[in-house]
């Protein structure tokens, strides 16, 4: 996500790119994982599974949303 916002930053945290919800396969699924900054962990992944998107735009100025109509 940083380097999506054109930001080098180290990612602490191991995020479920899909949630796992409790199923264990996901869980451990190893191509389910990304790595994250805690920010992006804590606060923006959290926003984007709530919303059901992803807000803002790169340093370009395009959105950061694959689905979002401008891209």
Not at 16 to 36: T, W
Request: with cysteine; aromatic share 6%.
């Amino acid at each position: 996500m940083c380097l999506d916002e054109g930001r080098t930053t180290i990612a602490t945290v191991a995020d479920h790119k899909i949630p796992h919800k409790g199923d264990r396969e996901l869980f451990f699924d190893p191509a389910n994982l990304q790595s994250l900054c805690a920010r992006h962990h804590n606060r923006d992944k959290a926003l984007q599974e709530s919303r059901g998107y992803r807000h803002g735009c790169d340093a370009d100025g395009n959105p950061l949303d694959p689905p979002d109509h401008w891209r």
